[in-house]
Every structure is written in C-alpha cells, then in structure tokens.
C-alpha cells in the first residue's frame, strides 16, 4: 500500500459495495448523503477524495482489504423526499444520486415511483435502503422494483433484514482496524444500509419504485438513495421486452423465485466480500461437546472439567477458540447463486434454454435441477451459454433449479494474497424455461 490511509481509505466501501463489478472503476462519485447529517470541513472531504480516488482505485484493485473505511466518512448534507402523488412513472419523482431520500408508504396500495438516467451503457446502479428514524436497520417490509423507460421490471428486491449474494449491507464489510478482532461498531446507520445491484444496459431513464411486500410496509417510512458507476460488462443486458426477472435474496431453496413457462427470466450474479477469524493453532482449547466451562451441570458424565483431549482416539472434542484477540482475519468473494422452482402438471417435456435472449458474459453456468426437496437430482453440471436442453418431467409436482456462476479453471481466490483471481463470474444472466406440453415419454 504505497498511499496513505486518508486518500484511499474513503475508496473502501464503495470498492465492496460495488462488488459486482470485475474491476473496480468509479467515476466522480460523491458519497452518499445522510438525511440530516452535517458533517465538517465538506470541501476538504470532497477535495481529499477526489485527489485520492485516482490512486485509491488502483490500490483497491490489487488489494482491496487493505481499503478500510466506511461509507459514512464522506457524508454530509441532509437529504430530500418524496412527493406524492407518484404512484406511476408518469408522475415518478426525480431522484438525484447519492443522497438519501426519504419516503412514506401509505396503505399497501401506495407505489413509490423514482427516475434516474443512466449516462453510458452498462453502468451499475447500487440502491441503498434504511428503515424509517426509529430503527433504520430495520428495512424489512417493502419490494424495490428496477424499471426500464418502458416500465418493465429488470430486478427486483425483497428488502429483507439479511442477504446474501447481490443484496447484502454496509455493515457486512467492516474491518476495525483500532481493535482487531472486534466487530467494527457502525458510526451512523448507514453502516447498515441494505444494498441492491443490477445492471443497467443503455443510456437513458430507469425507474425504481417502492412498494409495500404483503401488508408489512404499511405506513412505515424508509429512506433510498441511488448511485451509478461504470462496469465493465461489454456484451448489452438485454433488459427490454422480456417478461420477468429474479428476487434477491434467492440463495436458498425455500426462496426460490416462480417460473412460468415460455417467459425470459433476468438474473444477476453477484458477489460478496465476507471475512472470518481464524485464531492460531495452538489458540484453542478443545472441550467436550456441549459443555460450558461456567456452567457446572453442562459437564459430561464422569468428568470434572469441560477439558477434552482430542488426541486421544475415539474422544469427540469441540475446538473452542480462545478469545483473546490473537489470530488473523481471512478474506475471500462468496459468490451468488440464485434457485428457481417450477410446478409442472407432470408428464410434460421441458425445454431449457440459457443465454438465448441475449449473450452472458460467463463462459460457464452450472444448472442444478432437483424433483422434490433433494431427493432426486436430475441434472447437476456446467453448461454453456447459448445452450439448450430438454428434459421430462414426468411426475407432477416442483422442479427447483439452481443457477450459479462456475469458475473454468484456477482457484476463485489467491491463498496467498486472498485476492480474487477469476473475473468472470458476476454480471447479468438470462434463461428461459418451456414446456412443450408434450408427454415427456411418447405417451
Ligand atoms: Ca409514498
Ligand atoms: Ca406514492
Ligand atoms: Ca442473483
Ligand atoms: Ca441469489
């Protein structure tokens, strides 16, 4: 790290935050305003972090851990709200990037519509979302639509709590580097900001609107704010005329997404930057299982003490990290998987096709297809974009499918730097699901 902490330091957040893009690259981004914050000295942030951001971005780009700090330190200037009524892209509020602004949803018939322009193509739009002022991590309740001009839907998003793949918060990233090995306390709630990624394809306007999800945003306030900057996707996504797209956080099986047959579904792979402590070796103390060292009835049957020698055999021992703040943190990119399910009628021919709308930038996809919750695997391997495939379903009843990025060859993350090594394994994605409608066995 040849620059200083403050001059590349403020480059962190947005680094992690806009993981999806191959390299990073921003262009004059300013940083997100909080409503109501003041902040100091705006000019000199603003100065600093144009000056820094140049040479900030190119250390990033070899070593993006050692970028540490969080968003909130360019803050500054409250922010706007929303006026209504705006419950249609006609009469869609104009949102200015990078601010907060902030919202009320009504009844669970109350949309909030929003419009931006993106400038060139391909840009990322990352959205940021708090809850209202009593508990603005609380951002559970609301469904975040990406528009195209024409009003189609191109992502969507389940504001939940937690997240993992392209949705994921500030507060996930953090490294405190005045007491390591201990959670890095949010300064402001922006730490905890839920954060949404896609892709926007062309120049021009898009839409985001804000809805109740099934009742729980009723007459709760909460706060977006916007930000675009470059990708380096070069293949268009294509996100017009089509019909439906993904709802993060899809990770699991249970929140597989519904497909109908013959629509183009739209997905993005994202990533996320996640670290883990690893203590040192001989920093551990091996306990039986369940057993706790304060609690005197939690000891096993015949022993004294909760110590347990896993060298010898036959003995199940629990390694238990001392916590005495020894040890190093490990880095690495989780990457997205998204799960989609489909109800078929049975005996029907299913025609699967990836990347057919439009090219994908991934030179593998691997399809996981299961009947039932696991209990039969029809299909489990990489594909190739613009591939298609048959398949029957023969038994009535849901077909889950599992769509993620595969890494061609080569390890996803140096374990030696921990620096990400593959770079093709985010961006957009299309498939679209056909049934035939005819008996998968000639009868
Ligand atoms: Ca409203
Ligand atoms: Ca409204
Ligand atoms: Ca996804
Ligand atoms: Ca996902």
């Known amino acids: 790290m040849k620059n200083s902490l403050n001059k590349t330091a403020r480059w962190s957040t947005l680094a992690l935050a806009l993981g999806i893009m191959s390299t990073i ?17 705006t000019t000199k942030k603003s100065k ?25 330190d360019v803050i500054a200037n409250p922010g706007w709200g929303e006026t209504e009524p705006n419950d249609h892209p006609s009469a869609a509020d104009r949102i200015f990037l990078n601010r907060f602004y902030k919202g009320n949803t009504l009844d669970k018939f109350d949309q909030d519509w929003y419009y931006l322009a993106a400038t060139s193509p391909n840009q990322n739009l990352m959205i940021n979302f708090l809850g209202d002022q009593n508990n603005y991590t609380d951002t559970a309740g609301w469904l975040v639509k990406v528009h195209d001009r024409f009003g189609n839907v191109i992502a969507t998003f ?44 062309f120049p021009g306007r898009y839409y985001i609107s804000v809805e109740s999800l099934e009742d729980t945003g009723d007459g709760r306030a909460y706060h977006i704010a916007a930000m ?40 993005t792979f994202g990533r996320k930057w996640v670290r883990w402590f690893v203590p040192p070796e001989d920093n551990v103390d091996w306990l039986w299982p369940g057993c706790d060292p304060a609690d005197i009835s939690s000891l096993p049957l015949g022993q004294d003490n909760c110590n347990c020698d896993h060298t010898v055999p036959g003995n199940i021992c629990v390694a238990q990290p001392r916590n005495d703040g020894q040890g190093t943190w490990e880095y690495a990119y989780d990457y997205d998987n998204d799960w989609f399910r489909y109800h078929s009628d049975g005996n029907e021919q299913l025609h699967f096709e990836m990347c057919t709308k439009g090219n994908c930038d991934f030179t593998r996809v691997h399809v996981r297809i299961i009947y039932v919750n696991n209990s039969v695997v029809l299909l489990d391997g990489p594909i190739l974009p613009g591939v ?56």
């Open 25 to 41: 690259s921003v262009q004059g981004l300013a940083a997100i305003n909080w409503p109501g914050g003041g902040g100091n000295d």
């Open 388 to 443: 298609s495939f048959d398949l029957g379903a023969a038994s009535p009843g849901t077909y889950f499918i599992e769509l993620s990025p595969e890494p061609v060859d080569g390890p996803k993350v140096d374990p030696e730097s921990g620096v990400h090594t593959v770079d093709d394994l985010t961006g957009p994605y299309n498939f679209m699901l056909r049934s035939t409608k005819l008996p998968a066995h000639g009868g």
């Open 228 to 267: 675009i900057s470059p990708s380096d996707q070069m293949s268009p996504n294509p996100d017009s005329n089509f019909q439906d797209a993904e709802t993060e956080p899809n990770d699991l099986q249970e929140q597989a997404d519904p497909l109908d047959s013959n629509v183009h579904i739209f997905g």
């Open 158 to 201: 389940d504001t939940t709590t937690t997240g993992t793949g392209n949705v994921y918060r500030n507060g996930d990233n953090p490294e405190d580097t005045v007491d390591p090995g201990e959670p890095l306390l949010a300064k402001t709630p922006l730490s905890d900001a839920h954060i949404m990624l896609t892709t926007l394809s």
């Open 48 to 72: 600093d972090y144009k000056k820094g951001y140049k040479i900030g971005q190119e250390d990033c780009v070899k070593a993006p851990k050692d970028c540490k700090v969080l968003l909130e």
